[in-house]
């Protein structure tokens, strides 16, 4: 799995699932990374207390109202 880190709220993100709801537009580019290692997504939870999005766990549906 890919995930996308927000090191400026310290946020681990699925990148598959990640969307407008997780709030990352806002963090500069350089406050953002890409990895596929889930020990370092371990550490950064264990270590540095980063969390896991709550959005991004799995596809955000969008609905329309007619």
Do not use: W
């Amino acid at each position: 799995m890919t995930y996308f880190v927000d090191h400026l709220k310290k946020r681990i993100h699925r990148r598959q699932f990640a969307g407008d709801a997780c709030g990352f537009l806002s963090t500069p580019i350089g406050k953002r990374e890409f990895t596929d290692s889930h020990t370092y997504i371990l550490q950064l939870e264990e270590k540095d207390a980063y969390s896991e999005c709550l959005n991004c766990q799995s596809f955000q549906v969008l609905a329309e109202q007619v």
